[in-house]
């Protein structure tokens, strides 16, 4: 890790100065600015933490000409470039393309019309490596009226941790450790959550590698990602959270017991069921880079326990399209009463390709788990749906393997997911209840027939059925913030579709309409009133206070207007987001 050069500062200031320009004041300043900080001011700032201070440059610059190009470097560039962990150690850094990106790693030489620059990547980072940076930058960014984004390993699909001139506050060497207690211990003192088992604290920029790494070697269980590479307290939980083990514990934000926050003046407070219980809802599903940075989350943990997993395979085939649908909608029918035996299910289809992370055979695939129980009485459970599934017509197989423990089976599961999750491309997602998923044959297999489209098309679509069980349990907890629609669904369907680099404005207006005016809104007429995962859900969801907050949207606005006036936190489809607009030069004005 390189840190901020004084010249670099310097001459990057002056760069700025030398085109300035004035700017309104209801608009968060940017580099070309009179008002931008001056060199001093910078300097100052990168003083205050112990020269943390890092002056961006896009990740693949070493690939283009100029004064950075490096071969050697160029060429680890394009060789990592899609591993979510490399990614993480970059300032600008992102696991997933979010459509944005304006350096991308290219074959030296560049190519007429091959450019590089920074496009929505900050301008500066704050390394934060202790409580002080983070509120000396947030702190710098309100003094200066400057647009503040907060990334710990950039696994986000929602432009929320990017910002055209802005400061990022990086999460990811803030690592305080990975304390695990036999019995949790409020460092307040607080009695409320009623919590008597195991915990674990994690401070700082952790992913869940490290933290999965505590846990295993403790004997224990914690509800984390799906991917090893996402951040342990950042976006994933501060959304609501969501992965292999939810359906028998809980969704990732209702483990939180405490957590320790910096706000928008920079005062660093504790937040539990005691004291700041606001922002404790906040934090808890109420959305990321909003309320404050969370510095510390102390999470519940479990006991070891043995799984079960069974594979299922249904094939298909242009010839066989109607009544592969048909079984799909079979299947999807049973989800809630597999849900009720303890299933958890994640699965992928496709008519072209079932997978978005190279290639599959075209058919539905899903992996289920089940917690503390033998393949015999997984069996007993799934039989009754096999008898359904199979008088459709289809053939289909399916394998059985247990586990000794939770992290034998998570090993295998994970041992593909530290790729980028989405390339370039444009999804929709909704949760779906029982009501729908069981109240209407006819209207589910309508439903399924518009999200499936075309085999041309390529539309990929997974099924994450990890909701139900003690997700549906923890609703009466009344500081959860997480989406009513975690509580009440259990399946949670995506719908993506991709498209190329040289994708002509025309191709890419027309699948984002495919997608969410049409796919999506097939999906939310389906299932009314249920919302969707914010985490994985699509940036272009017109709907999206209502589908990523539901009636607790509200609530959340209040918060945020006591807690943070001044809109110092700020990210696209965060609470409050809708007072704020980019212009056409990227600067992030009033509305």
């Not at 990929?460 to 009344?478: E, L, R, T």
Request: net charge negative; with cysteine; proline share 5%.
């Amino acid at each position: 890790m390189v840190c901020v050069n004084h010249l670099l500062i310097l001459a990057a200031v002056f760069s700025a100065s030398a085109h300035a320009q004035n700017a309104s004041k209801d608009c968060k300043y940017v580099p070309t600015d009179q008002e931008w900080p001056s060199s001093s001011e910078w300097d100052n700032l990168n003083q205050t933490i112990s020269g943390q201070l890092i002056a961006v440059q896009p990740v693949a610059i070493s690939c283009y000409p100029g004064p950075l190009f490096n071969n050697d470097t160029c060429t680890e560039v394009n060789s990592k470039w899609t591993k979510c962990a490399w990614q993480a150690d970059q300032p600008a850094g992102f696991c997933m393309d979010t459509g944005t990106l304006t350096c991308p790693p290219i074959v030296p030489p560049a190519l007429t019309g091959q450019n590089c620059t920074l496009g929505n990547n900050p301008k500066y980072v704050v390394n934060a490596t202790s409580p002080a940076h983070v509120a000396a930058g947030i702190k710098f960014a309100q003094k200066n009226n400057i647009r503040l984004v907060v990334k710990t390993t950039g696994h986000d699909f929602l432009h929320r941790s990017e910002g055209f001139g802005s400061l990022e506050i990086w999460m990811r060497y803030h690592r305080t450790g990975i304390d695990f207690q036999k019995t949790f211990q409020s460092t307040s003192g607080c009695q409320k959550s009623n919590w008597t088992g195991s915990a674990l604290k994690v401070g700082g920029g952790y992913q869940w590698s490290d933290v999965y790494a505590v846990a295993k070697a403790n004997n224990i269980i914690v509800v984390g990602g799906g991917a090893v590479s996402i951040g342990a307290i950042g976006g994933w939980m501060q959304g609501g959270g969501y992965g292999p083990a939810a359906h028998e514990y809980g969704a990732g934000a209702d483990q939180v017991l405490e957590a320790q926050v910096a706000l928008a003046d920079g005062t660093i407070i504790t937040a539990n069921a005691c004291q700041n219980t606001d922002i404790y809802t906040g934090i808890r599903g109420g959305g990321p880079s909003t309320y404050g940075v969370v510095l510390s989350a102390t999470y519940k943990t479990y006991p070891m326990v043995s799984t079960v997993t069974q594979s299922l395979f249904i094939p298909f085939t242009p010839a066989t399209r109607s009544t592969y649908l048909d079984t799909l909608a079979v299947l999807y029918s049973s989800f809630p009463d597999l849900s009720d035996a303890g299933y958890a299910i994640f699965g992928f289809w496709g008519q072209s390709n079932a997978s978005l992370n190279g290639a599959s055979p075209p058919g539905y695939f899903h992996t289920a788990v089940l917690f503390n129980t033998t393949v015999a009485e997984a069996q007993v459970a799934f039989d009754p749906v096999a008898k359904r599934v199979a008088a459709v017509g289809l053939n289909f197989t399916q394998t059985w393997t247990t586990y000794p423990d939770y992290w034998s089976l998570f090993s295998v599961m994970s041992a593909t997911a530290d790729d980028p999750g989405f390339p370039l491309g444009v999804e929709y997602s909704r949760f779906f209840d029982k009501k729908a998923l069981q109240g209407n044959a006819t209207s589910l297999r309508d439903m399924l027939e518009v999200v499936a489209g075309a085999p041309e098309d390529g539309a990929i679509q997974s099924n994450a059925c990890m909701a139900g069980g003690k997700v549906y349990k923890n609703f009466n907890d009344p500081y959860s913030g997480a989406n009513p629609g975690w509580h009440l669904a259990n399946c949670l369907q995506i719908t993506q579709r991709v498209w190329p680099n040289d994708a002509s404005a025309a191709l890419i207006a027309s699948i984002k309409n495919d997608v969410t005016n049409v796919k999506g809104e097939a999906m939310m007429a389906f299932s009314p009133g249920t919302g969707t995962y914010m985490n994985e859900a699509g940036r272009e969801d017109p709907h999206w206070k209502e589908n990523f907050y539901g009636i607790n949207y509200d609530r959340f606005l209040k918060i945020k207007k006591n807690r943070d006036p001044k809109s110092v936190f700020y990210c696209p489809t965060c609470v409050g987001s809708d007072e704020w607009a980019e212009d056409t030069t990227g600067r992030l004005c009033r509305v």
